[in-house]
């Protein structure tokens, strides 16, 4: 019989390499048309989407939900820079959007579900991020502490030494700064117990106990580390004289910012979660107890609205 072969024709050596070399030069072009960022979306959205809500709602629910409205106007816009500088890609909506509150009620409830979502988010977001999303929770929870009608909210979880917690560098820097603005406000509560009236005694001695407490987690961590803590100053200068009971509330509230901007500084430079969590319960105790001194001397706003942050 004549006629072609029926064996298969096997590809020559140089046909071989041919093709892995197009198959090597394939890799590296799939590779660049990958988008080459996370196309996940934004965490940070739902938090923009309520606070934008807020903020929209709020304004007519009387003397708190105008208080609410700014501060939940300053999350919002916070988020959507950080939102908008990331650009991940939009989530489709799904189910009903979200409706404003129409009574002070519910935006008790809204406050409280903000609060929760964004201190949910703190331990495992970026540096970068987990900051600014730590101060939103502490100024939801400083607006539920400024008002009755908007339930006063939980009081900040337990400030303890997180269990395996490493220090070093610029972390074990923040932990003394933060030990610094305690022993500052343990000496400003010894100072004004001798201005305030008797009633607010109470207050004076939960404040104190609660910055020793601090003070010695503080201690227990740098030493843990092997860093010697630092210890108080002799004497301390207030920003402005004390002469009476409101100049000695202002300290209080001053001291207390102070704390809340010394544990912010903690959560900007630690990605350990535990010390995480225990720097944003530090951080919303202080944000809570000097929007309490705040409404006693009548400061305006009572709430500030990103504890911790620099204005």
Same mark, same amino acid.
């Given at each position: ?53 807020? #903020? &929209? !709602?709020?304004? %007519? @629910?009387?003397?708190?939900? $105008? ?6 106007? =300053?999350? *919002? ?59 939103? #929770? &502490? !100024?939801?929870? %400083? @607006?539920?502490?400024?008002? $009755? ?6 009081? =900040?979880? *337990?400030?303890d030494v997180p269990a395996g917690v490493q220090l ?38 939960r404040g104190t106990a609660e910055h020793v407490k ?9 030493? %843990? ?17 004390v002469t009476d009971a409101n100049s000695a509330m ?62």
């Open positions: 019989m004549t006629g072609r072969s029926t064996e298969p024709t096997l590809p020559s050596r140089r046909t071989f390499l041919r093709m892995g070399a197009l198959a090597a030069v394939a890799v590296p072009l799939a590779a660049a048309c990958s988008p080459g960022f996370d196309e996940s979306p934004d965490p940070l959205g739902p938090l923009l989407r309520a606070a934008e809500t807020d #903020a &929209a !709602g709020a304004k %007519a @629910l009387g003397a708190e939900g $105008e208080a609410v409205a700014t501060a939940r106007a =300053a999350h *919002a816009a916070a988020l959507k820079t950080e939102v908008d500088r990331l650009n991940r890609p939009k989530p489709e909506q799904s189910g009903p959007a979200e409706t404003p509150p129409s009574s002070v009620d519910a935006l008790k409830e809204r406050l409280a579900a903000a609060r929760k979502q964004a201190e949910g988010l703190v331990p495992s977001l970026p540096r970068y991020r987990a900051g600014m999303v730590a101060s939103i #929770a &502490a !100024g939801c929870a %400083a @607006l539920q502490q400024s008002s $009755e009608k908007l339930g006063r909210g939980d009081d =900040a979880g *337990a400030v070093s560098g610029e972390t074990a820097d923040a932990v003394q700064q933060a030990l610094g603005a305690e022993h500052a406000a343990i000496w400003v509560y010894g100072l004004v117990s001798a201005y305030l009236p008797a009633a607010f005694g109470g207050a004076v001695s601090r003070r010695n987690v503080c201690e227990r961590m740098l030493s %843990a580390a092997g860093q010697p803590p630092a210890g108080p100053e002799a004497a301390y200068v207030p920003p402005k004289p202002e300290l209080v509230a001053t001291a207390e910012s102070d704390v809340a901007a010394a544990w912010l500084g903690v959560i900007d430079r630690t990605d350990d979660a535990a010390l995480r969590t225990t720097a944003l319960n530090a951080l919303v105790g202080s944000a809570r107890r000097g929007t309490a001194w705040r409404a006693e001397f009548g400061a305006k706003p009572v709430a500030i609205a990103m504890p911790g942050q620099s204005v």
